[in-house]
Nanobody, 121 residues
Framework: QVQLVESGGGLVQPGGSLRLSCTAS????????MAWYRQAPGKQRELVAT???????SYKDSVKGRFGITRDNAKNAVYLQMNSLKTEDTAVYFC???????????????WGQGTQVTVSS
């Protein structure tokens, strides 16, 4: 099993910045794609950004140019730098990891517990 622990959420004014962190631990053989999702009240969970093991990234259109996803493979960690935050970025942000716990297992998807990001003046 793989456990994900997130941190870095909080309250910030519009235009401000936050950096989210997510660290994976447990029985890890290899980690594939790492991603951040978010879910606003009354809305479906949506994909925000992804990063492959090679470092290739992709972003939701509304966060391009403002958010940056990075990873540290040595630490089994993924980060989301969020700049120029807007009120519409307010949501619970979830870390998502695709990982194998042995050399012979298939990839499984794991979720973090979520961290609240509130953008408000």
């Amino acid at each position: 099993q793989v456990q994900l622990v997130e941190s870095g959420g909080g309250l910030v004014q519009p235009g401000g910045s936050l950096r989210l962190s997510c660290t994976a631990s447990g029985s890890i053989w290899v980690i594939g794609v790492m991603a951040w999702y978010r879910q606003a009240p009354g809305k479906q969970r949506e994909l925000v950004a992804t990063i492959t093991s090679r470092g290739d990234t992709s972003y939701k259109d509304s966060v391009k140019g403002r958010f940056g996803i990075t990873r540290d493979n040595a630490k089994n960690a993924v980060y989301l730098q969020m700049n120029s935050l807007k009120t519409e970025d307010t949501a619970v942000y979830f870390c998502n990891v695709d990982a194998k716990d042995t050399a012979y297992s298939t990839y499984n998807i794991y979720w973090g517990q979520g961290t609240q990001v509130t953008v408000s003046s």
